[in-house]
Nanobody, 122 residues
């Protein structure tokens, strides 16, 4: 089970910090990722981190503004984003990869959280 937290209302130019905790699995052998979905749009890749944290990938729309990290002791993954704009408004989802390799493809992930909404006001 994946549980996200940290969403809410943020002013443009601000930052967000999302957390994802996983239970019931050997967390440290899997890659993790964040995706987001805005109203009326397809799910979009945000960031991914491989099983040992040494490789990270970012979507083009958040590159240079986002940082994904993980804490295996806490069985958690995190997403930090700066300089938010209204285009970042979406429901943000945490996902567990089928294996240990970072990836931006939703079909590579077999466990998803319920999502946490983020609204960026102008």
């Amino acid at each position: 089970q994946l549980v996200e937290s940290g969403g809410g209302l943020v002013q443009a130019g601000g930052s967000l910090n999302l957390s994802c905790t996983i239970s019931g699995l050997l967390y440290n052998i899997y890659a993790m990722a964040w995706f987001r979905q805005a109203p009326g749009k397809e799910r979009e890749f945000v960031a991914s981190i491989n099983w040992n944290g040494e490789t990270t990938l970012y979507g083009d729309s958040v590159k240079d503004r986002a940082t994904i990290s993980r804490d295996d002791a806490k069985k958690a993954a995190y997403l930090q984003m700066n300089n938010l704009n209204p285009g970042d408004t979406a429901v943000y989802y945490c996902a567990k990869h089928q294996g240990g390799t970072a990836s931006g493809r939703p079909e590579d992930y077999n466990l998803w959280g319920q999502g946490t909404p983020v609204t960026v006001s102008s």
